[in-house]
Structure formats: C-alpha cells, structure tokens
C-alpha cells in the first residue's frame, strides 16, 4: 500500500509526530510565522505565511528530526557513539543533539559544504571529517565508518524518527496559520515534506502539499511519476542544502501518499528569492531555505496560487555572508534590479564626484565603482571605470546611465543586466 510498510500501517502518523513534539519541545524553538503582504501581491496569493525555520536552533529545522531520533537511543548506543553524513544543516542538529544528550558524534560532509556551517558543527563539538564530492560519496562512508566502528547512523531523512521530527513543523503551521490552503516545502532527501505532509494530510482540511526541488536537482517527479525511485546521476544547483539525487524507500513511500506535486525552479530564481527575502522580510535565507519561495514567485511553474493562503517553510539560513552577498547580487540581476555598466571617464578622479552625485540624485545605489584594466579599444586619454548599480527596475537604471552619459567627461560604454 502507498505510504505504508506493507501491512497497511503508515509508516509515520501524525500521532508520531505529536510524540516527537512532546520528545523535543524543550530543546526546539517555536519558530515565528511572519505573513508577508509583498509576496502574496507578487505571488497572487490572498496570503502568504513565511515559517522561519532560520531563526532555529543551529539555523534550521534539522535539530527537531535530530533530537527525536537521538533522544530514544539505548544507553549502549549511546555509549557508542553516534555518526552521521549530511551536507551542512543536519550535521548541526546532530552535533547540538550530541551536546545535550551527551553523545559523541562524528560527522561526514561533502567537499561543498559551506565553511560556515563545517565550524558551527564544530563548534556543538562534533568531530567533522570531509570526504566526498557530493553527499552520496560521503554518505556511503559514513555507513562504512558505522559498520567499522559500531557507532549509530543517523540519517539524515530517511528515518521514521527523523520524519516524524521534521513533521512538528506542520503542527505549529496548523496553529499559526490556520486559513493554510496549500504549502511549500524543499525536497532533498524528502524528510522535511514526508514529516509536514503526513500532518497537514491528516488534518481537518485539505491542505495541498507541494514540493520545490532546483531544476539541477529535480529527482523527485519524474520518481513519483514513474510510481519508483529515479536517482540522478549528478546534481548541478547553487541550492547545496538540497542537492540530493535520490529519495529513499521511507520518505519516498511517505510522499507517495502525502505530495500532491513537485515543481522546479532555476538557481537564478532561487538567487532572486534570497535577496527578496532579505529585503522585504529581513530574513536571511541560505539558498534551499529560499527555494520555496522562488516556487510562489516564479512565472515558470504551473502552480496556481491565485486567492490561496500559502505556507512558505524557510528552512534554514546558514549562509557565508559572502556568499549570500553575491547571491543577493545575482537575485538582483534577475530582477533587473542591478546592472553593470563600463564608463569612459575624462579627468580622472577629480570627476569621480560628479558621477557619484549624478547617481545619488537619480535615487540609485552605487554598489562598485573602481578603475578598470585599460583594453585595447580603450581611448589612451580616458580612464575606464566600472560601475555596479543598485535600482527599482531596468528603466530606472536606464535613466540613471542616461545620466552619466550626458555628463561631460564622461561614456557609457557598455551596460549589462545580466
């Protein structure tokens, strides 16, 4: 039977769930449901509700799957010691898990996973060892290192137990959030929707369940689709947290029964949705923590949100401040809300001020501006310049540029939204 284990049971109920929320509730944080006005008008939804699950213990959600799993070991496993794969989030929940529970814990990321999130596991006191180029390579030798060792392995989704946590998200959203008529949950691995499915499926009305995966990381359709698991054979996405290539056989057989559709966006999208976030709900979002909502945004999806109330899960904000800088720069391209432009200036610097100004008083913000390496098209008496510009849309910045080319000294030579 679909979601089942055979014997016609579910593999995780949502009496599960309200066990494990007794279990965690008090190590996790009720996370805030923050209803944002700006994106249900760009969405055309009636609402649209973000849970922030960045704003968690160890920046996401993972903590909840973690500790439930952790927190119902034997004491000989617990002496044993725990080990786990994950690339970035999950380590952190099983690390601090560790911490509390006084377990020892080891942790296996792949080459990918952000220095941030590599110290923060650290920090819990976990021991983390790289190994691998993408999660699967560091997956396998975490089981090897398992078996060798005699440590548990905590999976990082596909786990009764770890559902079952994940799944305490859907509980708060049916309390903060009542009016939800559709939601939007990342797939990975599956954990995360398998855990809010099996609640809002369960509940009194028919919420719809939705699932995101980035198009460099889209194995979850065409598995539900084929009735069986389809595994990439690589995986291409900014989207790091959520670059898995396959479900396996417990969240699969979950979301069989709990998913009602899975859709795909571009890394681009994804980019766009981190800076949107960032600037409408003050929220930082670590890529896969966007990507539900570059789903509500985007004109690529046949998803309908028009009059719905709609759930976002941000899922986590681990994020290299780096990093989210220049994907908060890319998001901004996307939205031509950013361009680069190559200047011919003439008097060098004193003009610089000139330009400066014109800028200011065109209500644009000036993101770069330095002197460029002189090509061979380059006029030998004017200094190239680049600029990067921050405005409301593309005419804006057209007449921004229009501007600097009308000062004196000054050429636009080229321009780019891209």
Not at 79 to 98: D, K, M, R, T
Not at 269 to 286: C, F, G, N, S, T
Request: zero cysteines.
């Amino acid at each position: 039977m679909s979601g089942a284990d055979g014997t016609g049971e579910r593999l995780v109920t949502r009496a599960d769930v309200e066990t494990a929320r007794e279990r965690i509730d008090d190590v996790v944080n009720r996370t805030p449901l923050d209803t944002s006005r700006t994106f249900a008008d760009l969405s055309g939804a009636a609402s649209v509700g973000l849970k922030l699950e960045n704003v968690q213990r160890t920046g996401s959600f993972k903590i909840r799957g973690a500790y439930n799993k952790m927190a119902q070991l034997s004491a000989a496993e617990r002496e044993a010691g725990v080990i786990s794969s994950s690339a970035g989030n999950h380590a952190q929940g099983v690390a601090l898990a560790g911490q509390l529970l006084d377990i020892d814990t080891t942790i296996v990321v792949p080459e990918v996973t952000p220095a941030a999130k590599i110290e923060a596991t650290r920090g819990y006191g976990a021991e983390v060892v790289v190994e691998g180029d993408i999660y699967e390579r560091s997956y396998e030798f975490a089981i090897e290192r398992a078996d060798e060792t005699g440590a548990t392995f905590v999976h990082p989704f596909d786990d009764e137990a770890i559902v079952a946590g994940q799944g305490t998200i859907g509980l708060e959203l049916l309390e903060q959030y009542p009016e939800i008529d559709t939601v939007l949950v990342a797939i990975g691995g599956g954990g995360l929707i398998s855990g809010i499915g099996t609640v809002l499926k369960a509940a009194e009305r028919d919420v719809r369940v939705i699932g995101v995966q980035p198009k460099g990381a889209a194995h979850a359709k065409p598995s539900l689709v084929a009735d069986e698991i389809r595994e990439l054979s690589g995986v291409d996405t900014v989207a790091e947290g959520i670059a898995d290539t396959r479900m396996l056989e417990t969240t699969f057989a979950i979301a069989r029964e709990v998913v009602d559709d899975v859709v795909s966006v571009s890394d681009r999208e994804i980019a766009a949705a981190v800076a949107l976030l960032a600037e409408r709900a003050k929220a930082v979002a670590e890529s896969a923590g966007a990507t539900p909502l570059a789903a509500a945004l985007s004109d690529e999806t046949d998803l309908n949100l028009e009059g719905e109330h709609v759930g976002v899960i941000v899922s986590g904000g681990n994020v290299n401040l780096t990093e989210h800088a220049e994907l908060a720069r890319t998001g901004l391209h996307e939205l031509e809300r950013y361009v680069e432009a190559r200047l011919a200036v003439s008097g060098w610097p004193t003009r610089v001020r000139e330009v400066v100004e014109t800028i200011e008083s065109e209500g644009a913000e000036l993101d770069v501006l330095e002197r460029a390496r002189r090509t061979s098209v380059d006029e030998p008496n004017r200094v190239p310049v680049t600029v990067g510009l921050e405005g409301s849309g593309p005419e804006h910045l057209e007449g921004v540029l229009d501007g600097l080319n009308s000062l004196e000294g000054v050429s636009v030579l080229e321009r780019s939204f891209d």
